[in-house]
């Protein structure tokens, strides 16, 4: 990796397709799958810890090309908006990677596993791959701070510090878990993206 690349951590979120109770379910019933719509994500120097860019793109369910009632209360995202502003899934992954540019990814919980699910939908597996990913649950764990329970829009309170913007839109939600995380760091946590440096 070059020193450009790492210089630099990604942290994301993902919004996928839910209906009212699809969770406790574990998302078991016949047509429900977890599709990514939205994704958003902010890139941090490593050193300082501040944003130096930011990225968000709504995607376009296939199987459940209707947004349920549940995920458009929850997240804000509406139909319209997925039909002005939607694109399909390996285009905006794709746009995601090229953003991301090589730098390691981090994200409340696990994430990767959703983009890993959509790869395998759509039937591109072996074509794209998951970069190095860190979930930041365990991180927070080691300091003492127990997140179980809790979403990646709590993370921000969670660690003593202000959540900006609307809950469980994927742009909002990772800019509060990099907020919980400098806060964290800057109450003496040991910084994981340098340690991430290889």
Request: proline fraction near 4%; glycine fraction near 8%; hydrophobic fraction near 45%.
């Amino acid at each position: 990796m070059s020193k450009k690349r790492r210089s630099y951590a990604v942290i994301f979120d993902l919004e996928f397709t839910s209906w009212e109770g699809s969770r406790a379910r574990g998302w078991s019933l016949p047509d429900e799958k977890r599709e990514v719509i939205q994704i958003g994500a902010v890139k941090l120097d490593v050193a300082d810890l501040q944003c130096v860019d930011e990225f968000e793109i709504l995607v376009r369910p296939r199987f459940n090309a209707v947004l349920s009632d549940y995920i458009t209360a929850l997240t804000g995202i509406t139909n319209e908006a997925m039909s002005l502003r939607g694109t399909d899934f390996v285009t905006a992954y794709r746009a995601f990677l090229e953003f991301a540019d090589e730098a390691p990814l981090w994200a409340f919980g696990r994430d990767d596993l959703i983009f890993k699910e959509n790869i395998r939908l759509y039937g591109w597996e072996g074509v794209l791959s998951i970069p190095p990913y860190s979930n930041v649950i365990p991180w927070f764990a080691e300091g003492g701070n127990d997140l179980t329970g809790k979403h990646a829009s709590d993370v921000a309170e969670a660690a003593g510090t202000v959540f900006e913007g609307r809950r469980h839109d994927a742009l909002a939600d990772a800019r509060g878990v990099a907020a919980g995380m400098r806060k964290a760091i800057a109450d003496g946590a040991a910084n994981p993206f340098l340690e991430d440096r290889r």
